[in-house]
């Protein structure tokens, strides 16, 4: 078993980076001449974080994917939110998805390659999704891209090993709070070991295919593009990389081969997406782009639903913000049956209350509450994110409304689509460097123009909370 390594020494130990001098703007290149679409289904809607100026769906009729398929952005989102169902249920979301843009595509004369992009800690339908999506693939794959790294976050994948950054060292993802999830729990660390392990051994470790850190930083793209080419049967791929020049030499080497008539699906985490898409890093928004369609007036709500750790202390320090009310929304009592109406009540007229001096917090008390008998752990998570969708909704529509943040995957998905009526918006770019998603809302949405902020549970340090609060506020 792999124990926890200091960051700057073991990274010093692997092969020195390659560096590809306008390798994003070749990559760019490429995908515009080529003329293949990028879709990518985002399992939660924290997974455009490192992408700007790109169109996001929260439906996928065929209608709205032709839609995508016409926009000039070669990169488009499908909120699938599938991470928040059970996996039958998850898969066949997948199959209608990728049955309707297969459709759309025949319509609008276009190609397509498909990203199931999940959790970079590993969390998530695999291989149940890209399982099905396989299946929607009428020319079938050749292999599967396994890239879960998100560099932004230190999260990243070296001797095949994934890590997690954590207070300066590298911590096998295998031994974090994340492996332990009650839905999506797992052992192993090594990739190909934790293919096995979530294939029930169907795929076992010695098949699956490692694109190394030596391929890729001393071989370089024409290695990477021969170990590719080698791959067929619909085998995974594990990619190391622990860098953004790793993942444009491993992306040119990628095109490389699927010029040459290669067929991959992809399973990653943010990062790679940015890459593939050869989208060039952008700063944080500035107030005036925050603002930019709807002028900031009145005050912002915060809706917090995700348990991790680290979002409980990022709650506790946004708490202690001056002019911010926090409102504890009691889950205990939201399951109770007969109470779960007057505790909405409760909080909703607290929320309005509060809206009209202060920044308002509501937040799921932080006692984990599991799965019971009659009641699995997907139907407590669906209870909770019920409640702060019909919160989000009680809001008075009369009362000015400067910005919404919703904290945890689930609960973003749930607000946008439900809450704030989003079909089709904007991903305009991050507040935090690569972490923190804001999407500008469309005309037809409940608060036209308003910037709706996208911030996973399991990434950011203890003040970040804090900081997108006093950024969207200040004046």
């Not at 490389?256 to 898409?277: H, I, N, Q, W």
């Not at 944080?284 to 348990?307: D, I, N, T």
């Amino acid at each position: 078993m792999r124990e926890p390594v200091e960051e700057r020494e073991y990274l010093a130990s692997q092969p020195p980076e390659r560096r590809v001098p306008g390798a994003l703007e070749g990559i760019w290149a490429r995908v515009d001449a080529g003329g293949r679409k990028i879709a990518v289904l985002d399992d939660d809607p924290t997974g455009t974080q490192t992408v700007h100026g790109v169109p996001v769906l929260t439906t996928w009729t065929v209608e709205d994917l032709r839609w995508a398929l016409k926009q000039p952005s070669p990169t488009f989102y499908v909120l699938t939110n599938s991470r928040s169902l059970p996996e039958e249920e998850a898969a066949a979301l997948n199959r209608e998805v990728s049955s309707n843009l297969a459709a759309a595509a025949r319509e609008t004369g276009t190609r397509f390659v498909l990203t199931s992009r999940g959790d970079s800690t590993l969390r998530g339908h695999f291989p149940a999704e890209t399982d099905a999506l396989k299946k929607g693939i009428v020319d079938g794959v050749d292999g599967v891209i396994l890239c879960p790294c998100y560099l932004e976050a230190g999260r990243l994948t070296a001797d095949d090993t994934h890590w997690v950054r954590q207070r300066g060292q590298l911590v096998p993802a295998g031994q974090t709070e994340f492996a332990r999830d009650a839905s999506f729990g797992y052992s192993s660390s090594d990739l190909r070991e934790w293919v096995e392990e979530k294939t029930g051994g169907r795929v076992p470790a010695s098949e699956v295919v490692s694109v190394g850190l030596p391929d890729i930083r001393e071989g370089g793209p024409d290695r990477v593009s021969e170990v590719l080419r080698g791959v067929s049967g619909g085998l995974p791929v594990v990619v190391n990389a622990a860098s953004y020049a790793d993942l444009e030499v491993f992306v040119l080497g990628l095109l490389d081969a699927e010029e040459r008539g290669k067929r991959f699906l992809y399973r990653t985490g943010p990062s790679f997406v940015r890459v593939r898409g050869g989208i060039p890093e952008k700063g944080p928004l500035s107030r005036e782009e925050l603002y930019r369609r709807r002028p900031r007036r009145g005050h912002g709500l915060v809706l917090v639903g995700s348990h991790v750790e680290m979002t409980t202390r990022q709650l506790g320090e946004a708490l202690e913000l001056e002019g911010v009310l926090g409102v504890e929304l009691s889950v205990p009592r939201l399951l109770g049956g007969s109470g779960r109406e007057d505790e909405l009540r409760r909080v909703a007229g607290e929320v309005n209350a509060g809206l009209a001096e202060s920044e308002v917090v509501v937040y799921t008390s932080r006692e984990v509450v599991g799965g019971s008998p009659g009641r699995t752990g997907f139907e407590v998570g669906r209870a909770v994110s019920d409640a702060l969708v019909e919160i989000m909704q009680r809001v008075d529509r009369q009362q000015p409304l400067a910005f919404v943040v919703a904290k945890g995957g689930i609960t973003s998905s749930d607000v946008g689509t439900r809450g704030l009526d989003v079909r089709r918006a904007e991903v305009a770019g991050q507040m935090l460097p690569g972490i923190v998603s804001v999407w500008i809302l469309p005309e037809e949405s409940a608060f036209p123009g308003l910037p709706y902020v996208i911030f996973a549970g399991n990434v950011g340090g203890p003040d970040s909370l804090a900081k997108v609060i006093q950024i969207l506020r200040e004046d």
